[in-house]
Each structure stands twice: as C-alpha cells, then as structure tokens.
C-alpha cells in the first residue's frame, strides 16, 4: 500500500519560512518523478514544484521561483519543499504527489499524471 505523508505546515508571517517534508512508503521511490502542488480555497489544484528521480530535472512554477526550492533524498524516501519569503499568495493546502516509474529525467506538471497523492498539510500566511 502506497502512503505519502506531508509534514511542517503551519501559520507564519509574510517574508518567513517554513520546509514541508513528505515521506513515501510502498512505492518505488528511486524511480518515481515527484511534485509539490497546492489548492486554495475555490481555487483547482496547481503544480509548485517537481523533481525527476534522479535530481536532475527540476521544474519550478512562475510564482515561486526564486523563493522555493524541492529536493528529495532516495536514501530516505523524502521529498522536500523549502519555503521561503512566504506570501499571503502562498496560503494553500499542499500536496505531495509521485508517480508510476519513470525514465530518470522525467518530470510531470500536471494532476492527471501523478499517480499517488498525500493528504495535504495547511500553509497560512495572513496578509
């Protein structure tokens, strides 16, 4: 059984940072492309980020280039999103999400790709 666990959301003020962390289990996560995305309230799910399974793919949306960064550790089956200078923009549920085995510079930026999803873990930056 697949499991993706978020971790590290929380409420903090504009222009601090926060690190989510998402552990995978019962997948093959070395070979898997993985992504970050967020949905806020009355708004569709959108891609943030994502990484291939071998690093050397990444992909950034506009809105936070420059202020996160993914990354992900095979050794500890973790995917990683460092947040920084957070914006009230940035308030949304975030997800983890990976994918079936792939070639190792594959990426995927959109929902309908991802194959497995975590629960979410709450971001809020009151403005």
Known sequence: QV?????GG???????TLR????????TFTRSALGWFRQAPGKEREIVAAIAWSGG?????DSVKGRF???????????YLQMDNLKPED????????????????LEVDTTS?????QGTQVTVPS
């Open 114 to 118: 991802y194959n497995y999803w975590g």
């Open 69 to 79: 960064t993914i990354s992900r550790d095979n050794y500890k089956n973790t995917v």
């Open 91 to 106: 308030t949304a549920v975030y997800y983890c999400a990976a994918t079936a085995p792939t070639p190792p510079f594959w």
């Open 3 to 7: 499991q993706l666990v978020e971790s």
């Open 57 to 61: 793919g990444i992909y950034y949306a």
């Open 20 to 27: 989510l962390s998402c552990v995978a289990s019962g997948l």
């Open 10 to 16: 929380g409420a903090v003020q504009i222009g601090e």
